[in-house]
């Protein structure tokens, strides 16, 4: 109950048109995500979080997945999806050019490659810049979520926590250096080590005189 009358305080500063409906999802998965629209929308959150996070860091993630449907993400993010899916077809379309050139190429003749390979390698060029919003979009969720709570510190403890658990404890100690971290353009999400900073900063600033 406490979490549907938090969830009901965030939507109204959020000055969404009605709460999200809350759903618990029986796993243990440690996950939270936001469905619909601004005003017909719901945030499931699973057992594993429900009993990983403390209240205060739960509230702060409540207050990013509200974000999340404030800015118009989910229908941006479907967007850019139905965008990658066109530009597949796009790139199938290019390798059949592609193949299809090969005789006239082997042939003495003249071929406009460039055309075919930038159709080609479409999806590649599209996938980094759906990566690129993607992470730019979870930056904005934060600082809407901090400016909601008030508490930038609450989500920063609840992304710290988070990023503990997915890099898995035993496989740091059992396996000490292995895999190999990603490059930042290649992440749908920032950097824990970068959101939490920011959040930080936010959390000083609000403090200054």
């Known amino acids: 109950a406490q979490y ?3 969830l009901a305080v965030l939507a109204q500063r959020a000055s969404l048109p009605r709460p999200p409906a809350l759903w618990w999802v029986p796993s243990p998965m440690v ?3 936001a469905v619909g629209r601004r005003d017909e929308s719901a945030i499931a ?9 403390s209240p205060r860091e739960l509230v ?5 997945e509200a974000a999340h449907i404030a800015h118009g993400d989910l229908f941006v993010m479907s967007l850019a999806d139905i965008i990658s899916r066109i530009t597949s077809a796009m790139s199938f379309a290019g390798l059949i050019l592609i193949f299809l050139s090969l005789p006239q190429a082997l042939a003495g003749g003249d071929v406009d490659w460039w055309p075919l390979i930038l159709l080609a390698a479409a999806p590649q060029v599209n996938l980094l810049a759906q990566l690129g919003l993607s992470r730019t979009r979870e930056f904005d969720a934060d600082l809407t979520a901090a400016q909601l709570t008030g508490d930038p510190e609450g989500l920063a403890s609840a992304l710290v926590k988070l990023e503990q658990i997915q890099n898995g404890f035993l496989r740091r100690i059992f396996f000490p250096g292995q895999g190999v971290p990603e490059p930042s353009w290649l ?3 920032p950097t824990t080590e970068e959101r939490v900073r920011r959040l930080m900063d936010l959390q ?3 403090h200054e005189p």
């Open 31 to 33: 996950n939270a995500f």
């Open 204 to 206: 000083r600033s609000s």
């Open 187 to 189: 992440r749908t999400h």
């Open 45 to 53: 959150v699973t057992d594993g979080l429900l009993r990983t996070l």
């Open 4 to 6: 549907h009358q938090a």
């Open 60 to 64: 702060a993630v409540l207050a990013h």
